[in-house]
């Protein structure tokens, strides 16, 4: 009779016995990209210290490489969802660019009385990104009009408004200094700070800048609370994967990795807090990317953006709105754009008609070195940040050996390709 | 006097890990149809990879003579050159490019690079007329349907001075009466002397046109059998290594009141604006009841199930749906899903999963809120979850963490179940659930239909294969051209009452 045909043939059972150290080699064969990566901007910081006889990592130079990277790590966020969800955006850089014009008008020329305080301004301004976003999201979801051309439209449009606002060529400054926080401020030592050794005095009487060793105490503490937090819910989720009866990664790999990214952590802040303390800007972009590796690794609608860019009418029939899903994607960039244009404005203590030209290349860079398929469906938040720092480093390492900008561009184009060549190749072989 | 055509000796072909063939022989005569039987991941396909050099020489043990000569293939182009064409299940045409332009892809009759295109149509004119195709060479491919899709492959095939052709799984997707053609069409190629292989799931073409069977059964060959020993029973026997006395799992149905009924159901063509597809439907299913819907393909079943399935075909929709007797709104797949009414696709590669994705996370896309809080997703949960289904449809990975893209058609279909199972219907909807999947699957797929039922859940299956809607229903409705043309009790019907009442529904609808 039918009962012959049992439904669990022998070789399921040879499977089910192999399950344990093949889960273990498959996890760490999908992480070792991230691990690449990450050895990759050490490699490249390593390489920069050395060249630039140790300015890479001179606390000066480290906050100033943050300040003016970190848009691009914002803005690749954003960018990171919109290449997932299987679109492009390139409007990014105008789109920073018009609101930073815009924050300035409204700071600076405008007569809005108090609603010119750079808080109200700040807001007022990722609401019109996110509008923008949604603009242009609109015509890409509901219209399924392709969104390199709806994109390339908003970055003609929104680089010729903001050219238009400046009146020109002009740019409009200065900023106010409470606006400017965002970008050059540091986090203030509310603890006190630490005199190790006392600052150097000349035959004048006055201090020498630069000599000496005091901390920044507020942000050792912090560094080190830190730190402490992420070993403790690393081997708390360990802890809670074991005692469900799953199989964790190998203990060996995760003291290793916890030391290891412990170890950097702690040198940065030290660095930091051996000059002024932790940039501001640093702390935005921290708690943005903790949100968005949590949105996506997660939250419901993160797996939706991945299901929707791996398979966009498989996630339709499986009840999910891929058309609102697609708008939201764009009103998220929109706003993380428009921030990064507040940050560019900050940085540079006014509005420039080319404030944010050409960084959608960058950001969009970034997102594909960390990792992310064109074709949509693959790409972590970790990649693109970690692929943002590699552009960063690389600007800011060529910048101080006095590589010429031209050339830069070139290398960046180099490293752009190496990665994706990498990345496929892998993915090939494997 | 026969002489052989092509010997493959002791193919040995292994991944990493696993070991795919293992001395494998096959041995083809001139002028005969070999069928090549085995479940899915078996080692049909990669046999015919080897062969056709997909697989290049050296990455394989063993030997292939072909016309008497050992051949070292180094990729596909030189197995073509001698006249060795395969054709893939996954078609490989263009689609936005005419007949013309597919058929000599690469290959186009040109002087100095420019083409001339009316020797290629002369040209085209005259093999379509071989394939018995009646369409303007000029005509795009997007526009004609699978079954004349797969007789421009096959044009495309004689174009290249085919010797050997190797046809995989032809007719999966194709309607009975485009299958029949293509049968004919290879028995008439027999006539000519051409040579094929016929990698096949379905029995009855086999005892049609085979001369000769080889069953492969995990990576081995079993058994070659000629003509006069093919038979269902042995060729079952052989390829699932244990006798098959039924083939559908028995079932004691318990049916009870009417839950879901659809109502004067009318959809139109999203494109053609004006052309009706489905005219005015009226269904109904009953709680633990299984209920068919059989007809040719192009029928509308498809469009039907989909439209009422969060309109997710079709335009200008109108109907009633009612759950238990009351009116619902299925206007969105969320909403439809809300319901309790669930669609497990066709076409399970582009509709069905994410096929860039691992297994957990194709199980629990349809219900994310079932694993998670505040829109937080417990991972633990989804991981339990996923291992639940697994085992309960016996998923054969070697876990969670597969890729979907990764698995067999059988096991893929299975993650599609589960996906469904999880949202927990009351109304499951199967279109072809076990299109392109062995008979060891098909079966299981039967079992956990079989059970779904007993537990209460009301199930429509559509299926365009008679013999497995008699065997695995209660009741059956007949559609052709967008309408019910017959309902019938299971225990009534018959392939031939069925095929009379499309016949019949034909005369009515023109």
Same mark, same amino acid.
């Given at each position: 009779?039918?009962?012959?045909?049992?439904?669990?043939?022998?070789?399921?059972?040879?499977?089910?016995?192999?399950?344990?150290?093949?889960?273990?080699?498959?996890?760490?064969?999908?992480?070792?990209?991230?691990?690449?990566?990450?050895?990759?901007?050490?490699?490249?910081?390593?390489?920069?210290?050395?060249?630039? =006889?140790?300015?890479?990592?001179?606390?000066?130079?480290?906050?100033?490489?943050?300040?003016?990277?970190?848009?691009?790590?914002?803005?690749?966020?954003?960018?990171?969802?919109?290449?997932?969800?299987?679109?492009?955006?390139?409007?990014?850089?105008?789109?920073?660019?018009?609101?930073?014009?815009?924050?300035?008008?409204?700071?600076?020329?405008?007569?809005?009385?108090?609603?010119?305080?750079? &808080?109200?301004?700040?807001?007022?301004?990722?609401?019109?990104?996110?509008?923008?976003?949604?603009?242009?999201?609109?015509?890409?979801?509901? #219209?399924?009009?392709?969104?390199?051309? %709806?994109?390339?439209?908003?970055?003609?449009?929104?680089?010729?408004?903001?050219?238009?606002?400046?009146?020109?060529? =002009?740019?409009?400054?200065?900023?106010?200094?409470?606006?400017?926080?965002? *970008? =050059?401020?540091?986090?203030?030592?509310?603890?006190?700070?630490?005199?190790?050794?006392?600052?150097?005095?000349?035959?004048?009487?006055?201090?020498?800048?630069?000599?000496?060793?005091?901390?920044?105490?507020?942000?050792?503490?912090?560094?080190?609370?830190?730190?402490?937090?992420?070993?403790?819910?690393?081997?708390?989720?360990?802890?809670?994967?074991?005692?469900?009866?799953?199989?964790?990664?190998?203990?060996?790999?995760?003291?290793?990795?916890?030391?290891?990214?412990?170890?950097?952590?702690?040198?940065?802040?030290?660095?930091?807090?051996?000059?002024?303390?932790?940039?501001?800007?640093?702390?935005?972009?921290?708690?943005?990317?903790?949100?968005?590796?949590?949105?996506?690794?997660?939250?419901?609608?993160?797996?939706?953006?991945?299901?929707?860019?791996?398979?966009?009418?498989?996630?339709? &029939?499986?009840?999910?709105?891929?058309?609102?899903?697609?708008?939201?994607?764009?009103?998220?960039? +929109?706003?993380?754009?428009?921030?990064?244009?507040?940050?560019?404005?900050?940085?540079?203590?006014?509005?420039?008609?080319?404030?944010?030209?050409?960084?959608?290349?960058?950001?969009?860079?970034?997102?594909?070195?960390?990792?992310?398929?064109?074709?949509?469906?693959?790409?972590?938040?970790?990649?693109?940040?970690?692929?943002?720092?590699?552009?960063?480093?690389?600007?800011?390492?060529?910048?101080?050996?006095?590589?010429?900008?031209?050339?830069?561009?070139?290398?960046?184009? &180099?490293?752009?390709?190496?990665?994706?060549?990498?990345?496929?190749?892998?993915?090939?072989?494997? | 006097?026969?002489?052989?055509?092509?010997?493959?000796?002791?193919?040995?072909?292994?991944?990493?890990? %696993?070991?795919?063939?293992?001395?494998?022989?096959?041995?083809?005569?001139?002028?005969?149809?070999?069928?090549?039987?085995?479940?899915?991941?078996?080692?049909?396909?990669?046999?015919?990879?080897?062969?056709?050099?997909?697989?290049? *020489?050296?990455?394989?043990?063993?030997?292939?003579?072909?016309?008497?000569?050992?051949?070292?293939?180094?990729?596909?182009?030189?197995?073509? #050159?001698?006249?060795?064409?395969?054709?893939?299940?996954?078609?490989?045409? %263009?689609?936005?490019?005419?007949?013309?332009?597919?058929?000599?892809?690469?290959?186009?009759?040109?002087?100095?690079?420019?083409?001339?295109?009316?020797?290629?149509?002369?040209?085209?004119?005259?093999?379509?007329?071989?394939?018995?195709?009646?369409?303007?060479?000029?005509?795009?491919?997007?526009?004609?349907?699978?079954?004349?899709?797969?007789?421009?492959?096959?044009?495309?095939?004689?174009?290249?001075?085919?010797?050997?052709?190797?046809?995989?799984?032809?007719?999966?997707?194709?309607?009975?009466?485009? *299958?029949?053609?293509?049968?004919?069409?290879?028995?008439?190629?027999?006539?000519?002397?051409?040579?094929?292989?016929?990698?096949?799931?379905?029995?009855?073409?086999?005892?049609?046109?085979?001369?000769?069977?080889?069953?492969?059964?995990?990576?081995?060959?079993?058994?070659?059998?000629?003509?006069?020993?093919?038979?269902?029973?042995?060729?079952?026997?052989?390829?699932?290594?244990?006798?098959?006395?039924?083939?559908?799992?028995?079932?004691?149905?318990?049916?009870?009141?009417?839950?879901?009924?659809?109502?004067?159901?009318?959809?139109?063509?999203?494109?053609?604006?004006?052309?009706?597809?489905?005219?005015?439907?009226?269904?109904?299913?009953?709680?633990?009841?299984?209920?068919?819907?059989?007809?040719?393909?192009?029928?509308?079943?498809?469009?039907?199930?989909?439209?009422?399935?969060?309109?997710?075909?079709?335009?200008?929709?109108? +109907?009633?749906?009612?759950?238990?007797?009351?009116?619902?709104?299925?206007?969105?797949?969320?909403?439809?899903?809300?319901?309790?009414?669930?669609?497990?696709?066709?076409?399970?590669?582009?509709?069905?999963?994410?096929?860039?994705?691992?297994?957990?996370?194709?199980?629990?896309?349809?219900?994310?809120?079932?694993? *998670?809080?505040?829109?937080?997703?417990?991972?633990?949960?989804?991981?339990?979850?996923?291992?639940?289904?697994?085992?309960?449809?016996?998923?054969?990975?070697?876990?969670?963490?597969?890729?979907?893209?990764?698995?067999?058609?059988?096991?893929?279909?299975?993650?599609?179940?589960?996906?469904?199972?999880?949202?927990?219907?009351?109304?499951?909807?199967?279109?072809?659930?076990?299109?392109?999947?062995?008979?060891?699957?098909?079966?299981?797929?039967?079992?956990?239909?079989?059970?779904?039922?007993?537990?209460?859940?009301?199930?429509?299956?559509?299926?365009?294969?008679?013999?497995?809607?008699?065997?695995?229903?209660?009741?059956?409705?007949?559609?052709?051209?967008?309408?019910?043309?017959?309902?019938?009790?299971?225990?009534?019907?018959?392939?031939?009452?069925?095929?009379?009442?499309?016949?019949?529904?034909?005369?009515?609808?023109?």
């Amino acid at each position: 009779m039918s009962t012959e045909i049992s439904p669990a043939p022998k070789s399921g059972v040879a499977e089910e016995v192999q399950q344990g150290p093949r889960v273990a080699v498959s996890a760490l064969v999908t992480n070792l990209r991230e691990y690449g990566l990450i050895l990759a901007l050490i490699a490249i910081m390593v390489f920069f210290q050395f060249t630039t =006889s140790g300015t890479l990592f001179k606390p000066v130079n480290l906050s100033n490489l943050v300040q003016q990277n970190s848009f691009i790590i914002v803005m690749a966020l954003g960018m990171l969802l919109v290449i997932v969800s299987g679109h492009i955006d390139l409007s990014v850089g105008s789109v920073a660019g018009f609101i930073g014009a815009l924050a300035a008008m409204m700071m600076v020329i405008w007569p809005l009385g108090p609603l010119s305080n750079p &808080l109200v301004v700040s807001i007022v301004c990722l609401v019109i990104g996110g509008a923008i976003g949604a603009g242009q999201g609109y015509w890409v979801a509901y #219209h399924r009009i392709p969104s390199f051309i %709806v994109t390339l439209a908003g970055m003609l449009i929104f680089r010729g408004i903001c050219q238009a606002l400046l009146g020109g060529g =002009s740019s409009v400054g200065p900023l106010p200094d409470g606006f400017k926080a965002l *970008s =050059s401020g540091f986090i203030p030592d509310v603890i006190g700070p630490l005199t190790l050794v006392p600052p150097t005095v000349n035959a004048a009487g006055k201090t020498i800048v630069g000599s000496g060793l005091t901390l920044h105490m507020t942000t050792i503490v912090l560094g080190l609370v830190a730190v402490l937090a992420y070993a403790y819910f690393g081997l708390r989720a360990r802890r809670t994967r074991e005692q469900h009866g799953y199989q964790a990664e190998p203990f060996t790999l995760f003291v290793i990795k916890t030391l290891v990214t412990s170890a950097l952590a702690l040198f940065l802040v030290y660095q930091f807090a051996s000059y002024k303390g932790l940039p501001i800007v640093l702390m935005v972009m921290g708690a943005l990317i903790a949100l968005f590796v949590f949105v996506t690794k997660r939250m419901t609608i993160g797996r939706r953006i991945y299901a929707m860019g791996g398979n966009a009418k498989a996630a339709q &029939l499986s009840g999910i709105k891929t058309e609102r899903l697609t708008l939201m994607v764009f009103v998220n960039m +929109g706003v993380l754009s428009a921030l990064g244009g507040l940050i560019i404005a900050a940085r540079l203590g006014q509005a420039v008609p080319a404030a944010g030209l050409g960084s959608e290349l960058d950001v969009i860079a970034a997102v594909f070195i960390g990792g992310a398929s064109a074709m949509g469906g693959v790409g972590q938040v970790i990649g693109a940040v970690v692929g943002g720092f590699i552009m960063g480093v690389m600007n800011n390492g060529m910048s101080i050996m006095g590589v010429n900008v031209d050339w830069q561009q070139v290398v960046k184009g &180099l490293v752009l390709l190496g990665a994706v060549v990498f990345d496929v190749y892998n993915k090939n072989k494997g | 006097m026969t002489s052989t055509i092509l010997e493959m000796r002791d193919i040995t072909k292994t991944f990493p890990g %696993v070991k795919a063939l293992s001395n494998v022989n096959l041995s083809v005569e001139e002028g005969e149809i070999h069928a090549v039987v085995g479940e899915n991941g078996a080692g049909k396909s990669t046999l015919m990879k080897v062969l056709s050099g997909v697989y290049a *020489s050296g990455t394989y043990d063993g030997a292939i003579v072909y016309r008497g000569e050992e051949c070292h293939f180094k990729g596909i182009h030189d197995s073509e #050159h001698k006249g060795i064409v395969i054709i893939h299940q996954e078609l490989a045409l %263009v689609p936005m490019l005419s007949i013309t332009e597919n058929i000599f892809l690469g290959n186009e009759h040109a002087k100095f690079g420019v083409i001339d295109w009316n020797a290629n149509e002369t040209r085209t004119s005259a093999l379509l007329k071989k394939v018995g195709l009646k369409e303007d060479p000029k005509t795009l491919i997007t526009n004609i349907g699978v079954g004349k899709q797969q007789l421009v492959e096959i044009a495309k095939a004689l174009s290249k001075e085919v010797k050997l052709l190797i046809l995989d799984e032809p007719t999966a997707s194709l309607s009975e009466k485009d *299958s029949q053609t293509l049968l004919d069409l290879l028995l008439e190629f027999k006539q000519q002397g051409i040579t094929s292989i016929l990698i096949s799931h379905k029995l009855n073409e086999i005892n049609r046109v085979a001369d000769k069977v080889t069953i492969i059964r995990d990576g081995r060959t079993i058994e070659t059998l000629a003509r006069k020993d093919i038979s269902e029973d042995r060729i079952i026997t052989s390829m699932v290594g244990r006798s098959l006395d039924d083939r559908y799992p028995p079932r004691e149905p318990k049916i009870g009141e009417v839950v879901l009924q659809v109502k004067n159901w009318s959809v139109y063509h999203p494109i053609h604006a004006e052309r009706q597809v489905i005219k005015g439907i009226d269904i109904n299913v009953r709680k633990g009841e299984v209920v068919g819907i059989a007809g040719l393909m192009g029928a509308g079943r498809t469009e039907f199930a989909m439209s009422l399935f969060g309109r997710s075909y079709g335009r200008r929709i109108t +109907g009633e749906v009612l759950l238990k007797g009351k009116p619902i709104d299925v206007s969105s797949v969320s909403r439809a899903v809300d319901h309790g009414i669930a669609y497990v696709t066709e076409d399970r590669k582009t509709y069905g999963l994410n096929l860039i994705d691992h297994i957990k996370h194709n199980i629990t896309l349809a219900n994310l809120g079932g694993v *998670s809080r505040h829109s937080v997703i417990d991972d633990l949960r989804e991981l339990a979850v996923a291992n639940d289904y697994r085992k309960k449809t016996n998923i054969r990975a070697s876990s969670v963490y597969q890729m979907t893209g990764n698995l067999s058609g059988g096991n893929q279909q299975k993650v599609v179940l589960s996906k469904w199972l999880f949202a927990n219907p009351e109304v499951l909807i199967l279109d072809e659930p076990t299109r392109g999947i062995d008979v060891g699957a098909k079966y299981e797929i039967y079992t956990i239909i079989a059970r779904l039922a007993s537990e209460g859940k009301a199930i429509i299956v559509i299926s365009s294969e008679m013999p497995e809607l008699l065997g695995i229903t209660d009741r059956i409705y007949v559609m052709n051209e967008g309408r019910i043309v017959g309902e019938m009790a299971a225990g009534d019907a018959s392939q031939e009452k069925i095929m009379r009442a499309i016949v019949r529904g034909e005369g009515k609808a023109s």
